[in-house]
């Protein structure tokens, strides 16, 4: 049934050919500065919905051509200036668009697409917080992860710096989405051990949802989502390059980077080549510790065509890390200082290839997206062992999804739309059997509607998912045998102690309802109360067997966590200073925990480790200020708290402790041979975590210091960026609380002095 429903699918954009009415819509203007008219040369004008773009000429002037009738959004961004986001509604030929820039020494909004509807973020009634390209480039580490938690509210459980997962207030693993320009990424996310596979190089930005998402994303949104943007086509009729090198002394560590994009009137391609490779770190002590190394190759490729009637693009991602994993045999046998992978690490290989797609039916907009997913996992041991080649699994996903946009009102916008994932996970013969092979298939409609209200911006949504997961008999870390059954069986005696067979179906109804109140041009305010839903996956349902040095026993009888969260946020803004505060409640319905329990393990070290099920709630809060008080300094603050607690009092694993971050920056517009130079002074306090989970242990606090510069010059005719720093300046041997080598006695890593050197040609 769904091959033919996709056929149907695919075929739109067909029909859409045959249909549309070709024009030459244009829209055309002059950007100047607010304060004293003068034109701004330089200028990026940008169309989110058709990844078309432009650059002001040395007068100001730009013009964008080729462009459909209906609403567009179009963000005017400037290097130290306000950005400015308009909604544009294409009727004629020709559309006059002036603008005025203010500068502005604070962090701007940025255009979001992750909440249903491209808008500017003080009129999106979901809060998403934005890395942009500026601020990724100034973040020089190795660890993704460590990027993402410069985010209030945001945290990261770490093995090393390869082996992240992100925390959103409180919640990680299946309980969040990982979206790859907008596809859902699965790589066998389910343990901290498993990091996604996100390759940010290059990327344009990215957007981060805190709190549930599940009304656009489905089930594991209820703890949010961090959507990884791809950097934006080359403006038009141009070719652009880029080139980059960083080096950290802490693991000597090298990324490279190399993009190259072009685009004509209608067409634009890109490709973008990584490299990273690291020796173990060390860490306060200057110890080394032990098989944290890692290497990691990538490739992106992209393709897309641009018309009056629509944008059509195809995107192709590889990724292939080797990650050292920390256990005891590796402790005894890995030497120190070596940068290749030899004993105990995850091979792994991600292909993904995505089609996205939007056309433009007069006043009605459709997007047709789809992708495939190959991913395999290997855990690679000892070669001198029996079996060098302990784990060998493969997972295919394809996802599907559609929307329609209805023609917009002067104070509304509403959409339907579907999406649908078909998953495979097959063992290749290796010894060990972490998950079982299966089948998992997902299907959901859902609406959204966006009105205003006077002064108010209120954004409605309903969704309906299924799920259906499918586990032939087979043993437990054994091979497949005998035929398929068509039920869970219900009884224990009906079914063999170490086999495993499951058939589950989940069916969920989620709503959320959203709010943003203009109650001055600086001041808003944003409430939201949203449901979310996570069915158990496949690791939960089925485990029987050792995981590291654990013994973990799965639980096919788990009913799907659902959840009600509500949040309110304020937001103030002027020119020189802005304040985010924000405080969230999120009761969760039969939470889904790993435990330690009575049963002594016959593998592994200590007692059986066991799926469950709780109630529990999460709650907390985060407040960032930024403040200019005169033209060359700017002062940041941030601080963000969450607590998770179960009905029996007991505490939630992967409770990040209670966080203030404090920045002072000292920056200037710079000279004609060096520009925006910078100086960036950080201290970060992470507070006692005195509220461990059944199987964790207290942690102390700890303080660290930073330390950044950088600045932007011309090297002939190449524009050049030169940045570097220091992090954990004084070389402070600390354990963070999600540090998942802390139960091994290791330390985070010490004193790290980075550089990277960058050029854009």
């Known amino acids: 049934m769904i091959r033919y429903f996709l056929a149907v699918l695919l075929l ?10 070709l ?45 459909p009738q209906g609403k567009l959004t179009v963000q005017f961004s400037f290097v130290g200036y306000e950005s400015i986001i308009k909604t544009i509604n294409i009727q004629s030929e020709n559309t006059q668009l002036n603008v005025d820039l203010e500068f502005t020494s604070v962090t701007t909004q940025d255009i979001v697409v992750s909440g249903g509807f491209p808008s500017a973020q003080h009129e999106n009634s979901i809060k998403i917080s934005v890395l942009n390209k500026e601020k990724l480039e100034q973040l020089v580490s190795p660890s993704l992860g460590e990027k993402l938690s410069s985010i209030p509210g945001v945290d990261v459980i770490s093995r090393s710096p390869a082996v992240s997962t992100p925390v959103i207030r409180g919640l990680s693993l299946n309980n969040i989405i990982f979206l790859n320009n907008g596809v859902r990424l699965e790589n066998f996310q389910f343990s901290t051990d498993h990091p996604f596979l996100a390759n940010e190089q290059g990327a344009d930005h990215i957007e981060v949802i805190k709190g549930p998402a599940s009304l656009l994303y489905g089930s594991d949104a209820m703890g949010g989502v961090i959507n990884i943007l791809r950097e934006k086509p080359a403006p038009a009729n141009s070719v652009q390059a880029d080139v980059s090198s960083e080096f950290h002394s802490v693991s000597s560590g090298w990324n490279h980077n190399f993009g190259v994009k072009g685009t004509s009137n209608s067409l634009f391609w890109m490709l973008r080549a990584t490299k990273q490779s690291h020796r173990d770190y060390k860490d306060g002590k200057g110890d080394f510790t032990p098989n944290t190394r890692f290497n990691s190759e990538g490739l992106q490729l992209g393709l897309g065509l641009i018309k009056e009637f629509g944008s059509f693009k195809l995107y192709y991602d590889y990724l292939q890390p080797k990650l050292g994993m920390i256990n005891d045999e590796a402790i005894e046998v890995v030497r120190e200082g070596n940068r290749k992978n030899h004993y105990w690490f995850q091979d792994l290989t991600q292909h993904l290839v995505s089609s996205r797609n939007r056309l433009f039916l007069g006043n009605y907009k459709l997007e047709v997206n789809a992708a495939y997913q190959f991913n395999n996992r290997q855990l690679k041991g000892n070669p001198n062992s029996t079996y060098f080649r302990l784990v060998d699994m493969d997972l295919e996903t394809f996802t599907y999804d559609s929307k329609l946009y209805f023609p917009a009102g002067e104070s509304s916008e509403f959409l339907m739309g579907i999406q649908g994932m078909h998953q495979s996970n097959k063992n290749q013969g290796a010894p060990n059997r972490i998950i079982p092979d299966a089948k998992i298939d997902d299907f959901s409609l859902f609406s959204l509607l966006k009105k205003k209200f006077g002064k108010a911006d209120i954004q409605l949504g309903v969704r309906y998912d299924h799920r259906s997961l499918y586990v032939p008999e087979q043993e437990a870390g054994g091979h497949s045998h005998g035929e398929p ?20 179906k989940f069916d969920n109804l989620n709503a959320s309802l959203g709010a943003t109140f203009h109650l001055s041009e600086s001041l808003l305010m944003r409430t939201n109360f949203a449901t979310g839903y996570r069915a158990p996956n496949l690791a939960e349902l089925s485990q029987h067997g050792l995981h590291g040095n654990r013994f973990e026993e799965g639980n096919a009888y788990l009913d799907a966590q659902k959840s009600f969260e509500t949040d309110l946020g304020l937001h103030y803004h002027t020119s020189n200073h802005n304040i985010d505060f924000s405080l969230f409640y999120n009761k969760v319905y039969d939470f889904i925990y790993l435990a330690p329990t009575d049963e002594p393990a016959t593998e592994g070290d200590g007692f059986v ?31 963000s708290m969450v607590i998770g607690k179960q009905d029996d009092n007991g505490r939630l694993p992967f409770i990040p402790q209670h966080k203030l971050n404090t920045s002072i920056e000292l920056f200037g517009k710079g000279k004609k041979q060096f520009k925006n130079p910078f100086i960036k002074f950080e201290w970060k306090y992470a507070l006692d975590q005195n509220h461990p989970a059944q199987f964790e242990t207290k942690t102390a606090a700890y303080h660290l210091f930073n330390i950044h510069t950088g600045t932007s010059f011309k090297l002939g005719s190449c524009n050049a960026k030169l940045l570097a720093g220091v992090s954990n300046l004084f070389d402070k041997t600390y354990t963070d609380h999600l540090s998942s080598i802390k139960p091994l006695g290791f330390y985070n890593p010490g004193r790290n002095v980075n550089v990277k050197l960058s050029f854009n040609l």
């Open 12 to 21: 739109l954009p067909l029909y859409a050919f045959s249909s549309v009415e």
């Open 23 to 67: 024009s030459n819509n244009k829209v055309s203007g002059i950007v100047k500065d607010q304060k004293d008219g003068t034109p701004l040369p330089g200028v990026s004008i940008f169309l989110p919905e058709l990844q078309k773009g432009a650059v002001s000429n040395s007068d100001g002037t730009y013009v964008l051509e080729h462009l």
């Open 485 to 504: 059954e068509n039920e869970l069986h219900e009884e224990e005696g009906e079914h063999e102690e170490e086999m495993v067979h499951i058939n589950r």
């Open 609 to 639: 480790y066991a799926y469950d099920q709780q109630d529990a709630k999460l709650y907390g809060g985060e407040i960032a200020i930024n403040v200019v008080p005169v033209d060359y300094l700017k002062v940041h603050s941030d601080y």
